[in-house]
């Protein structure tokens, strides 16, 4: 009898294929570890259960103990898919560091699934289509730096079918006694913040989902003072999927120094949007749907970065091709926005967004993003003046960096990038005239910023 | 041990109030933006400011000044990046 618990940890995909649609098809193995997607069951848009999860994947292949999953991590290669691509093994191993210095409190494990950026919904897709694989994850990054907690976090409002079919999932898997650590389904307020990681751990420990200063690192001191490893739900997929067929597996696809898969959410100019699941290296014109594609992308969301359709489709989806753009692949945002919208009414709508999301607290972020939405609406509007390109850059400038979060240098990379897309629009309204023709707002953003104390817990 | 050259000045921005009492103290390493708030040299502080950097910290009335060893203070809070 084999229990799911001891299933092989290095079971060949192409003896076991991940889709079961994929069985019969001509071709050598390799093809097969090729094959795309590796997260997203195929076909269904209803929550794949834990016996199919089961029947398909086998049950979390269980190390037996804490760090021996590092090993693999670390050749696979894998980076978080949260938005900053930081190596998932040196996280693993600042927790395990951690655990062993403080012998207080064991360490925390918390499944990032706050998705909090508007224009994003591929950790929701995740969740909802392939709850299991995110919750196998989470297990087996709980075992491999020894963690006693787990705890999975979601968007508050988005999550409202999420939660429910998270919470059967997580019956489903206490049913079957798969899982060696409980698990508690938190929900993250509905804050451009809140899936920040010391917001997050700030908001399971009772408090606001604010940001702390850092450091401590939350790796050293964060949940409860426990050592907490905060991971993106999609990241620990990718974990769940390299503990059953290793880091030669998960290097099939993808790029020599930026392998695997990521999960995408690109939004086309014709306002048809979609999940879907690519190779880093990917070309962008594949994914923009084709080289000739007119107007304005924007990469990576709202702390990411807009380039000309014609230059980003000569690019590819990881960090190498797109550093070069200044940009990087974020959390997998690709938005190509229509030529009937004006970029930069956009750009400082979103900027007014993004100045009411900060949480104030610091004395660079709380001066400067007011004033750089102020200046974009000016530039957004007829005539502005010529000294305000020049004060949203000084401002920029001026708080890059300076913030106990990443969010004004988001928000300045965001800003700048938009003064050189646009910067042929920018020339007519210099002369009174803007090139939109649709009144229609393109870009989401969320209607109501924080009023109170409430609003961020 | 680190030694003392390996520190490096850090502003907690949650904390810091915009008083520039440590701009005054050391303005060859932390000036002033438009602002009031301070912009801090992330270069590990010369053994020459060394005492100047450590007036400044106990200056600040709320501690938000911190000499750290160089391995602590993010590369990006420099200020100055
Ligand atoms: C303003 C801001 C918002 C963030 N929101 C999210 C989020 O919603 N989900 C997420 O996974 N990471 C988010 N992050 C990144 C997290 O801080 C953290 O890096 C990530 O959860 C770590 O997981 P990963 O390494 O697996 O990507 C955000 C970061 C910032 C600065
Ligand atoms: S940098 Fe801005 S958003 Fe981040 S904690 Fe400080 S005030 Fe809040
Ligand atoms: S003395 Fe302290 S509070 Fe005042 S500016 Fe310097 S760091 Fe900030």
């Given at each position: 009898m084999t229990s799911p618990m001891t299933s092989a940890a290095h079971d060949e995909p192409w003896e076991e294929p991940l889709d079961p649609t994929a069985r019969g098809v001509p071709g050598d193995g390799r093809r097969a570890a090729r094959w795309l997607p590796r997260l997203l069951p195929r076909g269904t848009d209803v929550?794949?259960?834990?016996?199919?999860?089961?029947?398909?994947?086998?049950?979390?292949p269980y190390r037996g103990a804490a760090q021996l999953l590092v090993?693999?991590?670390?050749?696979?290669?894998?980076?978080?898919?949260?938005?900053?691509?930081?190596?998932?093994?040196?996280?693993l191993a600042a927790v395990l560091d951690a655990a062993r210095r403080s012998r207080y409190s064991r360490p925390v494990v918390v499944a990032n699934g706050a998705e909090s950026e508007p224009a994003s919904e591929k950790d929701a897709t995740l969740l909802w289509l392939a709850p299991h694989l995110v919750l196998d994850g989470l297990q087996l990054a709980a075992e491999a730096v020894g963690a006693d907690?787990?705890?999975?976090?979601?968007?508050?409002?988005?999550?409202?079918?999420?939660?429910?079919?998270?919470?059967?999932?997580?019956?489903?898997?206490?049913?079957?006694q798969i899982d060696k650590v409980p698990v508690e389904l938190a929900e993250a307020p509905p804050r451009f913040l809140a899936g920040q990681e010391t917001a997050l751990v700030n908001r399971l420990g009772g408090g606001p989902a604010l940001p702390t200063f850092v450091p401590p690192r939350v790796t050293e001191r964060g949940l409860g003072n426990a050592p907490t490893l905060v991971q993106n739900v999609e990241t620990l997929a990718h974990l769940a999927l390299i503990a059953r067929y290793g880091p030669r597996w998960f290097r099939a696809a993808g790029t020599e120094l930026e392998p695997g898969s990521m999960l995408c959410t690109l939004r086309r100019?014709?306002?048809?949007?979609?999940?879907?699941?690519?190779?880093?290296?990917?070309?962008?014109?594949?994914?923009?749907?084709?080289?000739?594609?007119?107007?304005?992308?924007?990469?990576?969301?709202?702390?990411?970065?807009?380039?000309?359709?014609?230059?980003?489709?000569?690019?590819?989806?990881?960090?190498?091709?797109?550093?070069?753009?200044?940009?990087?692949?974020?959390?997998?945002?690709?938005?190509?926005?229509?030529?009937?919208?004006?970029?930069l009414a956009e750009t400082a709508r979103v900027a007014r967004y993004l100045a009411l999301e900060s949480a104030g607290q610091c004395g660079p972020c709380l001066n400067g993003l007011p004033r750089i939405a102020g200046a974009l609406d000016e530039l957004a509007g007829p005539r502005p003046r010529r000294r305000t390109v020049e004060d949203v850059q000084?401002?920029?400038?001026?708080?890059?960096?300076?913030?106990?979060?990443?969010?004004?240098?988001?928000?300045?990379?965001?800003?700048?990038?938009?003064l050189i897309a646009f910067a042929g629009e920018l020339g007519l309204h210099e002369r009174g005239r803007c090139?939109?023709?649709?009144?229609?707002?393109?870009?989401?953003?969320?209607?109501?910023?924080?009023?109170?104390?409430?609003?961020w817990m | 041990m680190s030694e003392p050259t390996a520190n490096r000045l850090l502003v907690n921005p949650i904390e810091c109030s915009g008083h520039g009492a440590c701009a005054e103290l050391l303005p060859e390493m932390i000036t002033t933006d438009e602002w009031g708030y301070p912009m801090v040299d992330g270069r590990p502080v010369p053994p020459a400011l060394e005492r100047d950097a450590r007036r400044a910290v106990s200056a600040c009335p709320v501690l938000a000044l911190r000499l750290v060893p160089a391995e602590v203070a993010p590369e990006a809070r420099t200020g100055r990046a």
């Open positions: 929550p794949e259960d834990l016996r199919a999860h089961v029947a398909r994947y086998g049950g979390p090993g693999d991590v670390r050749a696979a290669g894998l980076t978080g898919r949260g938005g900053a691509a930081f190596p998932v093994h040196r996280k907690q787990a705890i999975l976090c979601v968007h508050a409002h988005r999550g409202g079918d999420v939660g429910i079919a998270l919470r059967r999932a997580l019956a489903e898997r206490d049913g079957a100019a014709d306002g048809v949007s979609r999940i879907t699941e690519v190779p880093l290296g990917t070309p962008l014109c594949d994914l923009l749907g084709g080289r000739d594609v007119e107007g304005t992308v924007l990469v990576g969301g709202y702390h990411g970065t807009w380039i000309p359709a014609g230059k980003a489709a000569a690019l590819t989806l990881d960090s190498q091709s797109l550093r070069g753009a200044g940009a990087s692949p974020g959390a997998g945002i690709l938005i190509t926005l229509p030529p009937t919208a004006c970029g000084r401002w920029a400038g001026l708080v890059t960096g300076r913030g106990a979060c990443h969010h004004p240098d988001g928000t300045a990379r965001f800003v700048r990038s938009a090139s939109a023709t649709s009144r229609k707002w393109f870009l989401p953003v969320p209607a109501d910023p924080a009023r109170t104390e409430e609003d | -």
